[in-house]
């Protein structure tokens, strides 16, 4: 079996080597190698047969594909009707490896030890991390720390939308982002593009954070706040142009249908929509293992990286035309309503 990894892919695992090894371990242990090495093995059909939870089995099974040691076939939109194949020659690889005598583990060395050589035990549900993570937030406490710890992820998305301004926003008035959190993203936004005016579109308890991040930035005539649910009601109208940062991959894929198809019926003719996450690549395996790892024991989420074709198809689905992916530390898929 020979796996090919560039030097970034390569980091990846070694960062997280210990945390691969308790996935593998436990995949071995629990006899999930022996059901996946003849394969194609239907995820639901495996969660009955080894009595685990059908949403934990996915991240874990997540986690190994993300090794590149596990084909994934995804068609629907049900996840219990996803198959799994192995690489030739898993089990016995990692019977070589991690068999009975070859490691012994000690779970204290590890700080996510609540999950580490437990991992049998939370796909059963018997092991869960949800007392310390609450998703969706349910209290203005909890959405304003959860809005502001990804805002301190945005840089690959700053950077890409920095990367192509002139292309994204000469002809744009007024851009609405939607999940746009406490408005970090617009305001470097607005200081490329001194034409627009772009508001934050969140939950209400989020109104406090962006007035703190306009008068920090310095936008105090162009960067505004509509509170909503986009669960409760249809997206606002009046802009020519939408953006999804990190939003739509914490939902299922009826959910991010849903959006996509609000943004459709909200944007003006000719409008633009932008679509910028974290998108399944070879390349990026240290986002794809740690979260999936870290959301096996978290029923609350049902957050999972997709391939930027599902995005791609589902705009043309919908409508929209002229698709492209603009490159970057991550793709920004952009699509524009027919004028």
């Known amino acids: 079996m020979t796996v090919h990894l560039s030097s970034r892919a390569l980091m990846s695992l070694l960062v997280n080597g210990p945390k691969a090894t308790d996935v593998l371990q436990t995949a071995l242990d629990m006899g999930l190698l022996d059901a996946l090495d003849p394969g194609p093995a239907r995820l639901d059909e495996l969660a009955t047969r080894f009595g685990v939870l059908p949403l934990r089995l996915y991240k874990f099974l997540d986690c190994i594909e993300s090794l590149g040691l596990l084909v994934r076939d995804e068609t629907a939109d049900d996840i219990g009707a996803t198959s799994y194949q192995a690489v030739s020659g898993l089990r016995d690889a990692v019977t070589a490896v991690l068999g009975p005598d070859a490691i012994e583990r000690d779970r204290d060395r590890y700080p996510w030890r609540q999950l580490h050589g437990r991992l049998a035990e939370s796909l059963r549900g018997d092991v869960s991390i949800d007392d310390g993570f609450t998703w969706p937030p349910k209290t203005a406490a909890q959405t304003a720390e959860f809005e502001r710890s990804m805002a301190l992820g945005l840089g690959p998305a700053i ?181």
């Open 159 to 339: 950077e890409t939308v920095r990367r192509h301004a002139s292309q994204l926003w000469s002809d744009r008035h007024r851009l609405l982002d939607v999940g746009g959190g406490d408005g970090t993203l617009v305001a470097h936004i607005l200081d490329d593009a001194p034409a627009l005016r772009a508001d934050v579109y969140n939950l209400p308890a989020v109104a406090p954070l962006v007035a703190a991040t306009r008068a920090a930035r310095g936008h105090p005539d162009r960067l505004g706040f509509v509170g909503g649910d986009f669960f409760a009601e249809p997206l606002p109208g009046g802009y020519d142009a939408f953006s999804f940062v990190r939003v739509l991959h914490d939902w299922p894929n009826a959910v991010a249908r849903q959006l996509v198809q609000q943004a459709y019926a909200a944007l003006e003719p000719g409008g633009l929509l932008l679509i910028c996450e974290e998108f399944r690549t070879p390349d990026r395996l240290a986002m794809q293992f740690f979260w999936s790892y870290f959301l096996i024991g978290v029923d609350s989420s049902v957050s999972r990286l997709r391939e930027v074709d599902f995005y791609t198809e589902l705009l043309t689905e919908v409508g929209f035309h002229h698709v492209a992916v603009l490159p970057g530390t991550w793709e920004l898929v952009t699509a524009y309503k027919p004028a």
